[in-house]
């Protein structure tokens, strides 16, 4: 156990819907990321935030957005879903701001089946 | 810019078998390098890291060394065991940016019993 926690576990939705996914990081972790991992494009990293700002932004689709909360959970929001985002959804959590420095944990993550 | 390339699978090995993964990167500057490694239904969980030249991170059994020259950071273990079947993830990341790591694609390995 990572002490990340995501959910929902699974979620099945139809095309032209917006979900959200919910992160909570390790207590006292202020980093959160966000990855996508699909099998045609792997891992991609989406998203970063620290201590509630954004720090670096990856292959993100305008139809996603992300924010960190003051008590430092994340949400995740698609909209506008396909198909093609179907995928499995990290998040990972993280003591430092930069990415190489510290470990990154992962949570279980969420798969999205859009139908 | 930076880039991680890791040996396609899925890779079969019976158990004791000695393992090898290959892994090369380009990088700008002196990046981490990391690998990864994902259980079935289960997030990824850091295998091992090494932050500079000839620098060996190792745990569990595996290992793998920081090569400059070569670009590489290949993972090697001695004597696998069924429970090492998972994918693995070679990644790097610029030490003094916050942005991300990069990932490879992932290796499957199946070890038979």
């Known amino acids: 156990d990572s002490g990340v926690t995501q959910t929902p576990k699974h979620l099945i939705t139809a095309t032209g819907q917006r979900v959200t996914l919910r992160c909570s990081p390790r207590?006292?972790?202020?980093?959160v990321y966000w990855y996508q991992q699909s099998l045609d494009q792997g891992l991609q990293f989406l998203i970063h935030?620290?201590?509630?700002?954004?720090?670096a932004k990856g292959n993100i689709l305008e139809r996603f957005s992300a924010q960190q909360f003051p008590d430092l959970h994340s949400e995740l929001n698609l909209s506008s879903l396909e198909l093609g985002d179907s995928a499995l959804y990290f998040c990972?959590?993280?003591?430092?701001?930069?990415?190489?420095?510290?470990?990154?944990?992962f949570g279980p993550g969420t798969r999205l089946t859009v139908t | 810019g930076n880039s991680v390339t890791q040996m396609e699978g899925p890779v079969t090995l019976s158990e004791e078998a000695f393992l090898t993964i290959n892994c090369t990167y380009t990088?700008?500057?002196?990046?981490?390098l990391f690998w990864y490694v994902q259980y079935p239904g289960e997030g990824l969980q850091l295998l091992l890291k090494?932050?500079?030249?000839?620098d060996k991170g190792s745990n569990k059994g595996f290992e793998a060394t920081y090569r400059k020259e070569t670009t590489s950071f290949h993972l090697e273990k001695g004597s696998v065991q069924v429970s090492d079947s998972a994918v693995y993830f070679c990644?790097?990341?610029?030490?003094?940016?916050?942005?991300?790591?990069?990932f490879g694609k992932g290796t499957r390995l199946h070890i038979l019993p």
């Open positions: 935030y620290y201590n509630g700002e954004e720090r």
């Open positions: 990644a790097l990341s610029d030490p003094n940016r916050d942005d991300k790591i990069i």
């Open positions: 207590s006292g972790d202020l980093s």
């Open positions: 990088a700008t500057g002196y990046p981490s």
């Open positions: 090494a932050t500079k030249a000839d």
């Open positions: 990972a959590s993280s003591e430092s701001i930069l990415a190489g420095s510290y470990e990154q944990y």
